[in-house]
């Protein structure tokens, strides 16, 4: 049997970023406690209610996170692992293409927690991807959150879902709004399975 090829990006897909980090920000004092900003543009900035003035300030909290464990703690966006057992059982080959890799240094660390994150939720998956250049690759269905990345998804002509978070409500075209029966009934529809 033909199995379909959905490429599933991680953060702000399967595993909640927005989450971890202000978790972590609560942790070192830079955030009160209980305090969940609403991440209505993709980049953290003090806009959006997030302590970083400027991009290199994100990337040091950022950095210090990674190393304190981030990828390997992080908490699941609801329903996801169930989502992508049920798309494996159904026949999709899941491969996982995240862009995580853009800390000197921290490969190692990256690869080893974002492996240990996907076996401890038992999240099925043929490949595991380590990119940026997500299109360069070719998927029967690509599912992201990032706007510029489906834009150049799209840009290339590949078939590309939006999942939904309220930093990309501007992105045009098919999206799903959460991992729930209609979100799986969608994918499936959408690969054609
Ligand atoms: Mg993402």
């Not at 595993?15 to 900003?37: C, K, N, S, V």
């Not at 150049?152 to 939006?162: D, I, K, N, Y």
Request: glycine share 6%; aromatic share 8%; proline share 7%.
């Amino acid at each position: 049997m033909d199995r379909k090829v959905l490429d599933v990006d991680l953060d702000g897909v399967c595993a909640d970023y927005t989450r971890a980090m202000a978790d972590w920000l609560i942790r070192q004092g830079r955030l009160p406690a209980g305090r969940y900003p609403v991440p209505t543009t993709y980049e953290m900035t003090e806009a959006d209610g997030w302590p970083f003035p400027d991009a290199a300030d994100w990337l040091a909290a950022h950095t210090a996170a990674e190393t304190d464990r981030l990828y390997a703690r992080m908490p699941v966006i609801q329903g996801a692992p169930e989502a992508l057992r049920e798309l494996d059982r159904a026949g999709v080959d899941i491969r996982i293409v995240t862009h995580r890799l853009f800390v000197p240094g921290h490969h190692r660390l990256v690869v080893a927690d974002t492996a240990q994150w996907l076996d401890d939720h038992d999240i099925p998956y043929r490949s595991l991807c380590f990119t940026g250049l997500k299109d360069s690759m070719h998927a029967d269905l690509h599912l992201d959150d990032a706007p510029d990345i489906i834009m150049a998804l799209r840009a290339a002509g590949e078939p590309t879902c939006v999942f939904d978070q309220p930093y990309n409500h501007d992105a045009p075209g098919l999206r799903i709004r959460r991992w729930d029966k209609e979100g799986v009934e969608t994918l499936l529809r959408l690969l054609g399975v």
